[in-house]
């Protein structure tokens, strides 16, 4: 599913973007569940949850990845992972290192992108940051106010003290990308950190302020190339968005949470086939958009000219 996501759809500039989503369970024998905090929801809830990997380009974005965090509470009980089908293999995972999984397997398929981005709950890890630095994979990730990065001043500097004196000019208002409710527009700026670094590459950290709510800040810390400018971070840091839309529309068009399965394959399986007929109707769309390549029919993955090929 992946070689045909990048048959049609690959993109050296594409973005990897990282998530999970929750699916509301009844009862304690599906794999996995348990009550958990679920963002779909807003709430602890009964459910399942699933780390995701989404791949966004200009023509389109879907799903390329996934896997079904387990919680301590099942992978400590053996018998219960036994009769859900979970191998003795498989131990407990945080949902950060099912991340780095996924991307670590991106790159060993050689898969054409250009960045990786997350939210929070992902990007607070300094030592994936770390890792995917040493790798040289430009990132932009979202964190929390009070992760700290190095600075001239300081090896522990927290991040919201580094916006407060910024002069005003080096505010920028800019659109981040359409949302539910038109174009999401904040101000932006960027101060540079880690000042110790080779020639080519810079460490940013990334600052989205509220327009009508000033008080309201978000952070990003960014790796990237030194010429990279303010508006391509802010696409990328935008481009998170995609992820909240493939899951969206592959639950609505394609029944990704559809499903009366308990057993932890039967899941994998439930979640490739969904998102197999949400890539397919994803180059569709990029095919009737493209008039020189409309079609009716279904693209088959026989195209002898992919970009992996081109790479």
């Not at 089908?85 to 290192?97: C, E, L, N, R, S």
């Not at 992108?113 to 430009?138: C, H, I, M, N, P």
């Not at 057993?263 to 949400?278: C, V």
């Amino acid at each position: 599913m992946r070689d045909y996501v990048v048959e049609h759809l690959g993109d050296r500039d594409a973005v990897l973007i990282v998530d999970d989503t929750g699916f509301l369970k009844k009862g304690v024998r599906s794999a996995g569940v348990q009550r958990q905090y679920s963002g779909t929801a807003g709430r602890t809830e009964n459910c399942q949850i699933g780390v995701f990997l989404a791949y966004a380009t200009g023509r389109g974005r879907t799903l390329i990845d996934r896997r079904l965090y387990l919680p301590t509470s099942w992978t400590d009980d053996r018998e219960r992972c036994r009769r859900a089908g979970i191998d003795g293999a498989v131990g407990f995972g945080t949902k950060v290192a099912m991340a780095k999984a996924m991307v670590r397997r991106a790159i060993a398929e050689k898969i054409p992108f250009g960045w990786v981005t997350a939210d929070a709950a992902y990007g607070y890890s300094k030592g994936w940051r770390f890792e995917l630095e040493q790798a040289d994979v430009f990132h932009v990730m979202a964190t929390t106010r009070h992760d700290t990065v190095v600075t001239r001043w300081s090896i522990d500097h927290p991040v919201h003290d580094l916006f407060p004196g910024l002069p005003r000019q080096k505010w920028k208002r800019r659109s981040c990308g359409e949302g539910a409710h038109g174009r999401r527009i904040f101000d932006w700026a960027r101060v540079e950190v880690r000042l110790w670094h080779r020639e080519d590459r810079r460490h940013w950290v990334l600052a989205r302020r509220s327009v009508s709510r000033p008080e309201e800040i978000s952070y990003y810390i960014a790796y990237c190339p030194a010429e990279t400018t303010l508006d391509e971070l802010i696409r990328i840091a935008g481009s998170r968005w995609a992820v909240e839309e493939c899951f969206q529309t592959a639950k609505q068009e394609c029944g990704l949470d559809d499903y009366q399965v308990r057993r932890y394959p039967g899941w994998h399986r439930h979640m490739t086939l969904a998102m197999a007929a949400h890539a397919c109707l994803t180059v569709l769309r990029a095919r009737e958009l493209d008039t020189d390549k409309a079609e009716t029919d279904p693209p088959s993955s026989s195209t002898s000219a992919s970009p992996r090929s081109d790479a």
